[in-house]
């Protein structure tokens, strides 16, 4: 068994769909937890490949970049789709979910106070899109992508779990969304992360915002 381990702050943050991934293929991983003295006093900072965290252990094989890190599991546990078309795919989904990610990111560390409105007005249109790509796979009944779960899902299930906390409501207009969030969070090693300790005590960002 490889032995994982996130070096990372004490937040779900760019961690949490990694997680949600090796939760629901029945892996375990360790924590190394950053705390904000350890990362601005010591010198951990210069030793990542860009400065910043998340980075991630596989065995002696170490990486950096959030998303090189999921798709790194997602190749070694077969969660690249079956072919190079679903592939392509579900990188699509996972650049766009990078984007929504990003825009979060910026509401959450920059302008919450004075983004958040408008944000969630905006937000229908956002989801909008990830309404429609599911719909056209088998109607929306499944997965993102193909007939078998995918790196893509995780990425989504995640962006979704946590712009239900932002705007509780933001799914009730998109029912193939909502039942998407059902269906995927009742996996059994899916449902048993999400109600543990380690999943809702950790805080979804760095500065107590969500
Ligand atoms: N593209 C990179 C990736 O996807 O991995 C982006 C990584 C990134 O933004 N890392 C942030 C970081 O290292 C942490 S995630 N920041 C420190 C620095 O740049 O010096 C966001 C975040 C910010 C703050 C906390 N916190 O204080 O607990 C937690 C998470």
Redesign the pocket.
């Known amino acids: 068994m490889p032995e994982y381990i996130f070096i990372?702050?004490?937040?779900r943050?760019?961690c949490e769909t990694a997680r949600i991934l090796l939760a629901d293929q029945g892996q375990d991983w360790k924590e190394e937890i950053v705390t904000?003295d350890t990362?601005t006093q010591g010198d951990l900072?210069s030793k990542?490949a860009?400065?910043?965290?998340?980075g991630f252990k596989d065995g002696n094989f170490e990486l950096?970049?959030?998303?090189a890190?999921i798709r790194h599991l997602a190749r070694t546990h077969s969660l690249y789709g079956k072919n190079d078309e679903e592939a392509a795919y579900i990188d699509m989904v996972a650049d766009g979910v990078e984007d929504l990610r990003m825009k979060y990111?910026k509401l959450i560390?920059q302008n919450y106070e004075d983004g958040k409105a408008t944000y969630i007005e905006n937000l229908p249109k956002e989801l909008q899109s990830f309404e429609c790509i599911l719909s056209k796979n088998h109607g929306g009944s499944g997965f993102i992508v193909g007939d078998k779960i995918s790196m893509a899902d995780y990425c989504l299930l995640d962006i979704l779990i946590i712009h239900q906390v932002l705007a509780p409501e933001c799914l009730k207009d998109f029912p193939l969304l909502s039942a998407y969030v059902a269906r995927l969070s009742a996996r059994p090693n899916i449902k048993a992360f999400l109600e543990s300790d380690a999943h809702k005590n950790r805080p979804i960002?760095?500065?107590g915002k969500q």
Do not use: T
């Open positions: 990372y702050f004490d937040v943050g760019r904000f990362w900072k990542c860009f400065g910043q965290l998340p950096y970049q959030s998303n890190i990111a560390y960002n760095g500065n």
